[in-house]
């Protein structure tokens, strides 16, 4: 069995300011993370790995920091790892991504789509959650989403022959059945993520990580980076600012302030 | 550097620094450079970071940076695609709230476009009612596109993919919108790549107009695609000039449902597609009866890290009671394991629009503001005089919760 969890690199989004001045993002002194819903993924890779033996690549695009979201990986338990990183992929948006990652998925597994690729529901900096299901649709594989629990069903001879989870929709929890090969995100409940071992730290911390670049993955040059992407950002400005209205100080005087809701909601016809 | 999207003369760079400054992305900086002329001052682009905006471009005033051309390569015969869609979700039979909220929408689009676009819902499912293509008419549908299958019965991602492929495909429309819901999600963003083109997520403002499209200096209807990026901390506008159709979802709530109106005409097209076979299998949906629906309230009360504890909840419920709302809360109380994921209004939580959102110990974090943005009116109760929550509240009390909250029960009980 051949899992493939795939990684992304971003901002710690809760410390990306704007500057006032100049209405444009200040990124110094922001934290890069894992994102953290990848976490779970990967972990869940790891938990085939302990029960059937499954094989546990990690694939991540980025810029050339991104080994340290893939030596983290190793350090946990992955077997190998796949930095999909060149100038020529910058500005991709999700459909070039996912074309690419799907490039480097089928190379990392000899041609083929592997038995099961896993990504966290959606990363933090973008929150768009399209490129799992993007991947999915080049690897030409099924896909299920928003992945809580995943069981994976052995035949004779302990081989894995298919597998059941439970998707989290709007209108319930669907348990959903299904052959391999398959494309998940998961979420959060799906396994919390285990600390990696010192040992595999020291080891990850000298691991080789495979580079590869638009050559190695014999990629089309009109579909990926910003060439071979579909949408375009044309401006960037801070939010809207509603402006505050009515406040008052009720420091001490708890039934003042609480008396003064009830009259601004009956002014408003709030409340009866 | 021939791969960024941008090229930067170095005889024409001063080293004035204002395309640094002017850059939103954080993507130029000023480097030392032979030729440069002043010594460690001239512009530099990281490719990576870069998103083509041009707004270094207008900022320079020296003319130094200029656009690099590329060919491009879209969508053939972009002339052909007209209309605007609607993907309209059902599950049992019920068509969600979204649609018709962003059918409401759809109805600006059309009046925006011109020239004779319609405006169109699909629904797919089987054995489904009159009533249900009837309230996508009432809601400005001119045409229903149908597609009754017993594949569609339920949700699955692949089969809806291939039937709402194969519908764009067939009809080609120049806009196509989903309510950005676990379904809606999921499935589009793969049907955006089988058909080859640009999606964007969770879209808070949407606008069709005359543009110029920057690659072929052609004017074009464009759809302006306004969404929150880096949790909400800036907005960006985004389009997809070269591609068709211009795809976008949008969450539930951010747009207003305008009045249904019985009196509208439209028709209904029955699509019978040969659909690709179920590659998944539903076995069962649990519903969770104790499950709760917070962007359904018109009236919220929602809690934050300020509450302290779960049991502190419990007055909460009370004054929701009082007040005939639901109870809701800020991430911060889900992370503290108070309060389940259902209840959380935010960026990764739920958009809600009440009428009145009254909210205790909620500072007012940029991803929690992003999920109140529809609401009529705000009332914050904070202990923090600079609590952001006060820079949206309409009205904001500075005081001390615990004493607040329960005078606000009494004053309500009496």
């Known amino acids: 069995m051949h899992v493939v969890v795939c990684v992304k690199q971003v901002p710690d989004t809760t410390n990306v300011r704007i500057n006032p001045k100049t209405n444009t993002l200040m990124r110094e002194g922001v934290e890069s993370i894992v994102n953290p819903f990848d976490e779970y993924a990967l972990e869940q890779a790891l938990e085939l790995k302990d029960r059937f033996g499954a094989k546990v690549s990690v694939v991540s695009m980025g810029p050339p920091q991104a080994t340290a979201v893939l030596r983290e990986a190793l350090a946990r338990g992955a077997d190998d790892a796949h930095l999909v990183s060149s100038r020529a992929f910058g500005g991709a948006d999700t459909l070039a991504t996912s074309y690419t990652i799907a490039l480097a998925i089928k190379k990392v597994c000899g041609g083929d789509a592997p038995d099961l690729v896993l990504f966290g529901k959606q990363a933090i900096d973008g929150d768009t959650a399209q490129v799992g299901p993007g991947v999915s649709e080049f690897l030409d594989v099924p896909l299920v989403t928003y992945v809580k629990s995943l069981e994976v069903r052995a035949g004779r001879g302990g081989a894995p022959t298919g597998w059941s989870v439970v998707s989290v929709m709007d209108d319930g929890e669907h348990v959903v059945e299904g052959k391999f090969p398959a494309v998940m995100t998961v979420l959060k409940e799906a396994a919390p993520p285990r600390f990696a071992p010192l040992a595999g730290a020291i080891e990850a911390a000298h691991a080789e990580i495979d580079v590869l670049d638009e050559k190695a993955l014999e990629a089309d040059p009109g579909k990926i980076g910003l060439g071979g992407s579909p949408t375009k950002v044309v401006t960037i400005f801070p939010p809207p600012v509603k402006g505050g209205g009515e406040k008052i100080d009720a420091r001490g005087g708890a039934a003042r302030g609480a008396r003064a809701i009830v009259e601004f909601l009956s002014r408003k016809g709030l409340v009866k | ?414």
């Open chain 2, 1 to 414: 550097m021939a791969d960024a999207p941008i090229y930067i003369d170095p005889k024409l760079c001063k080293g004035c620094g204002k395309c640094v400054k002017g850059c939103g992305f954080g993507a130029l900086r000023m480097i030392d450079a032979p030729g440069a002329n002043k010594p460690g001052k001239l512009a530099e682009v990281d490719p990576s970071a870069c998103r083509a905006c041009s707004a270094c471009v207008k900022a320079c005033p020296f003319g130094a940076i200029s656009e690099v051309k590329r060919e491009v390569r879209g969508t053939e015969g972009l002339d052909e695609y007209k209309d605007i869609w609607v993907f309209a979700e059902q599950t049992g039979g019920k068509v969600a709230e979204v649609a018709y909220e962003l059918l409401s929408k759809g109805l600006e689009l059309k009046a925006q476009r011109g020239g004779g676009a319609r405006l169109c819902a699909v629904l797919l499912g089987h054995g489904l009612s009159d009533e249900a293509k009837a309230s996508l008419v009432a809601a400005g549908a001119d045409v229903v596109y149908v597609v009754d299958d017993p594949a569609l019965a339920d949700y699955e991602a692949n089969v809806y993919v291939d039937a709402v492929s194969q519908l764009i495909m067939k009809r080609r429309p120049e806009v196509v919108l989903a309510g950005a819901t676990a379904v809606g999600r999921a499935f589009f963003a793969r049907v955006a790549v089988k058909v080859r083109t640009g999606l964007t997520a969770d879209c808070t403002m949407l606008k069709v107009e005359q543009t110029e499209n920057k690659d072929t200096g052609v004017m074009q209807m464009l759809l302006h695609q306004t969404r929150p990026a880096f949790g909400g901390n800036i907005m960006a506008t985004i389009m997809t000039p070269n591609h068709r159709p211009q795809m976008a979802t949008v969450r539930p709530k951010v747009f207003k449902k305008a009045p249904p109106d019985p009196s509208r005409c439209g028709e209904t097209v029955l699509e019978a597609l040969k659909l690709a076979a179920a590659r998944t299998r539903l076995v069962k949906v649990e519903r969770d009866p104790g499950s709760v629906d917070i962007a359904a309230h018109d009236i919220l009360v929602a809690g934050g890290r300020g509450l302290k504890k779960a049991e502190n909840f419990k007055l909460l419920f009370r004054l929701a009671e009082l007040l005939g709302g639901e109870v809701a809360c800020s991430r911060a109380c889900v992370d503290a394991g108070w309060c389940p994921v259902m209840r959380q209004v935010g960026q990764t939580g739920k958009t809600v629009a009440p009428k009145l959102y009254l909210c205790f110990g909620i500072s007012g974090a940029i991803q929690h503001l992003e999920g109140i943005r529809g609401a009529d009116t705000i009332v914050a109760v904070n202990s923090d005089p600079n609590a952001p929550i006060f820079g949206v509240a309409d009205f904001g009390v500075v005081g001390d919760l615990f004493e607040i909250l329960p005078a606000l029960v009494a004053e309500l009980e009496r």
